[in-house]
């Protein structure tokens, strides 16, 4: 085993087949807010359905990504890494290509969720076997290379998005995931993982983060720290034209409309570079969460910026939105700390789980925002709903342990 790391760089095939599954992910898990307004008009809503019925959607997506993170991340203990890269991309891939057949809001909704399912297991398995098989020595490196390259897949989804129907968007997503199958069978498994089926230790128990307070906690932290990204896409960016219209946004200097998708876009651009730098940063340092800590300044300022925007520029907007896609670049390195944190009988439950709680959260913070906008007002309570995210996320950081360079050959007793 030892020898067959050291041969593994960051540009390995198992790197870059997981980033190519990233890239997959990416385009159909952010398609939906891409191609919102546009398909949702489409089967006839009005533009006050879009804002609550796309709400409702992503929701269900998120809901879904739940419930497939679990599954996925048991199975990934259970059945191995590979089992989970092969059967997420199917479920996702056929799913997408049922998205483009729908005419309904539930229709729509049930294919979002079964293609949560499916993508709940690709980034998690992506990167616990990826942790596994690279030296410690370039693990975050190699890690950032998949989120750098996958998280491209959102730039994908728009150009195909304002180039193609949006139904063909969707069989587009699925046709690429099948493809992608062949790829995989170049793909070998990890050996860490083969050593523990052959010690027979329990593997993929779900229940065993609730069962001991000190592996509970750093479950809990794990999964607090990742808050801020989906907060800042889902909410933020997501929802960019209706609090563009709320800020007065111009453009020469009559009123402007935000492209959301476009929002996206720009942003993943920023994302992936900062998924790409997060990772090298955190080498130089020596630590994740100094290198957390610099990219949670960097998207509160994003925010601060976001929200001082009274008819502001069309431009301005789109720059901000970049600046908050920049800061929230730290999605590998996160999920990557999930990893590191437990033992290999445990590793791709938690890398599977961890990332898909964060997506799950989504729905709890549109709660929250929702709650809020009575009192204080759709800018106002969005405002304070940040505040609130960012806030626990670094108290999370700040009470997690540094796990740079942990030997993870160990297992949970």
């Known amino acids: 085993m030892t020898e067959q790391k050291k041969t593994l760089g960051i540009l390995s095939i198992p790197v870059i087949v997981a980033a190519l599954g990233y890239f997959v992910d990416i385009y159909d898990l952010l398609l939906f807010s891409i191609i919102r307004v546009k398909s949702l008009k489409s089967i006839g809503l009005t533009d006050a359905l879009i804002d609550s019925e796309g709400k409702f959607i992503i929701s269900i997506q998120m809901f879904g990504l739940l419930i497939g993170g679990?599954?996925?991340g048991i199975m990934g203990d259970k059945k191995g890494r590979l089992s989970v890269l092969f059967g997420s991309i199917i479920i996702y891939s056929l799913a997408n290509i049922a998205n483009g057949l729908v005419h309904t809001v539930n229709e729509y909704a049930l294919a979002r969720f079964i293609a949560g399912i499916g993508l709940a297991g690709e980034l998690g398995a992506g990167i616990t076997l990826v942790s596994e098989l690279v030296s410690k020595e370039v693990r975050g490196k190699a890690t950032s290379v998949v989120a750098g390259v996958g998280l491209t897949g959102a730039v994908a989804a728009y150009f195909v998005a304002h180039t193609f129907d949006w139904r063909i968007c969707?069989?587009?997503?699925?046709?690429l995931g099948l493809c992608l199958l062949l790829l995989r069978i170049s793909v070998f498994e990890s050996g860490m993982y083969k050593s523990l089926v052959e010690a027979k230790v329990q593997r993929g128990n779900f229940l065993m983060f609730f069962t001991n307070g000190k592996r509970f906690k750093k479950y809990l932290l794990a999964i607090l720290i990742g808050l801020p990204t989906w907060y800042v896409i889902g909410v933020l960016i997501t929802f960019s034209k209706e609090f563009g219209e709320r800020f007065g946004i111009q453009e020469n200097g009559v009123p402007a409309v935000v492209d959301p998708g476009k929002a996206i876009m720009l942003a993943y651009v920023a994302i992936s570079v900062g998924d790409l730098l997060i990772g090298f940063l955190s080498h130089e340092l020596k630590s994740r969460k100094k290198a957390l800590y610099i990219f949670y300044a960097i998207t509160v300022l994003g925010i601060i910026l976001y929200f001082c925007q009274s008819h502001g520029s069309l431009l301005g907007m789109y720059f901000i939105c970049m600046l908050m896609g920049f800061?929230?670049?730290?999605?590998?390195?996160?999920?990557?700390m999930a990893a590191e944190h437990f033992?290999?009988?445990?590793?791709?439950?938690?890398?599977?789980?961890?990332?898909?709680?964060?997506?799950?959260?989504?729905?709890?913070i549109i709660i929250l925002f929702n709650s809020l906008k009575p009192e204080f007002g759709y800018i106002s309570a969005a405002a304070i709903t940040g505040t609130i995210v960012m806030v626990i996320s670094s108290i999370a950081v700040f009470m997690t342990d540094e796990t740079f360079g942990k030997d993870l050959n160990f297992v949970e007793e």
């Open 70 to 72: 679990i599954l996925w």
């Open 327 to 336: 800061g929230t670049g730290f999605w590998a390195l996160f999920v990557t």
């Open 343 to 364: 033992g290999t009988n445990m590793r791709a439950t938690a890398a599977t789980t961890v990332p898909n709680m964060v997506r799950g959260s989504l729905p709890l």
């Open 170 to 175: 969707y069989y587009v997503g699925g046709g």
